[in-house]
């Protein structure tokens, strides 16, 4: 049986992931990672490594959703950013889902039950759209209420193989799906895409204390592996009543939200998405909230949101020539 990590935080002076340093510097003794981030050792890099850097040449931008905490809407964020993105029919997006475990974006995608197909590229994706394929580890279960119960090194495997085997194609966009927290996943995800440029990370946080708690941890993870940070999303930011169209805080910025937190550590907040019933509903129909609510004040927000995502990466790849 694998031995179990110890259960410390990362040093503080950590050499990062992509560094040559990695799971080897003095920094690094002691780190429940330190194995992970050491995968290429003496017999050289991982293979893997060129291959899915070759593999990625043909997807323009690459955008991690990310937060420390568990229920604040990363899925459903990642869900309305993939078909906000794809409603321009002249751009080709891409999701994908590496929660390993609570694998929900096949069902908010409306496509549950459906299996992935071998091509002789590799694995083909499962297309909402024609512009809009999906992977997930839920098509690979027999069943949605199947429980995935793997240890680090299983989860890092099938994150290197989405990457290395799906056949993709040319892709302008690739969301990537995250787990909560700073580890096995966001770790796999770094150590294979570190070499190939992504624009960044969007987190997402809910108004209270207990969820930016650990929202400033992510923030400080994105700062050690050096991923940057395209900003800031609240969610459940507020209820505007249909009827009366008056704003209630369900629940309270005790510290002063999102805003205030951004302020504190110099990050960019994106927007604020307001609670919306209707958000919930679609996703369970495995629709897009965008297209079937549009007159909502949250549709609002989440293009505001899209549309400053879009502009970060533009600005990016500009400065990148």
């Known amino acids: ?111 549950e039950g459906e299996q992935v197909h071998q091509s002789g590229f590799g694995w083909s994706p499962v297309y909402v759209e024609e512009n809009l394929g999906v992977m997930s580890v839920g098509f690979l279960l027999s069943s949605p209420d199947d429980a995935v119960i793997w240890r680090g090194p299983k989860k890092n495997g099938l994150i290197k193989q989405f990457l290395r085997d799906v056949d993709w194609g040319e892709v302008d966009y690739l969301i990537v799906d995250t787990p909560p927290g700073t580890s096995d996943e966001h770790l796999s995800i770094m150590q294979y895409l570190g070499a190939t440029h992504i624009d960044g990370a969007v987190i997402i946080t809910t108004p209270q204390e207990v969820s930016l708690q650990d929202v400033r941890k992510e923030i400080n993870f994105c700062h050690k592996v050096k991923l940057p940070i395209i900003g800031v999303v609240e969610n459940m930011s507020g209820f505007i009543c249909p009827k009366c169209k008056n704003e209630s805080q369900i629940f309270p910025p005790t510290t002063g939200g999102a805003e205030m937190m951004c302020k504190n550590l110099n990050v960019s907040l994106l927007g604020k998405v307001p609670l919306d019933p209707q958000i919930g509903k679609s996703c369970d129909n495995g629709q897009s909230f965008l297209s079937e609510v549009p007159e909502s004040p949250a549709t609002s927000s989440y293009k505001n949101i899209i549309q400053r995502i879009q502009d970060y990466c533009g600005l990016h790849q500009s400065q990148e020539k």
């Open 1 to 111: 049986m694998a031995e179990e990590p110890v259960a410390v935080s990362p040093p503080h002076d950590c050499p990062g992931t992509s560094s040559a340093q990695a799971g080897k510097a003095a920094a690094c003794q002691g780190c429940p990672n330190q194995r992970l981030c050491a995968s290429a050792g003496p017999a050289g890099p991982d293979p893997a490594l060129e291959e899915i850097q070759e593999k990625m040449k043909g997807v323009k931008h690459k955008i991690l959703v990310l937060s420390g905490k568990g229920g604040v809407g990363k899925s459903t964020f990642s869900a309305q950013l993939a078909h906000g993105l794809a409603a321009n029919d002249t751009k080709q997006v891409a999701l994908l889902d590496i929660d390993i475990c609570g694998p929900s974006i096949p069902k908010m995608m409306g496509l």
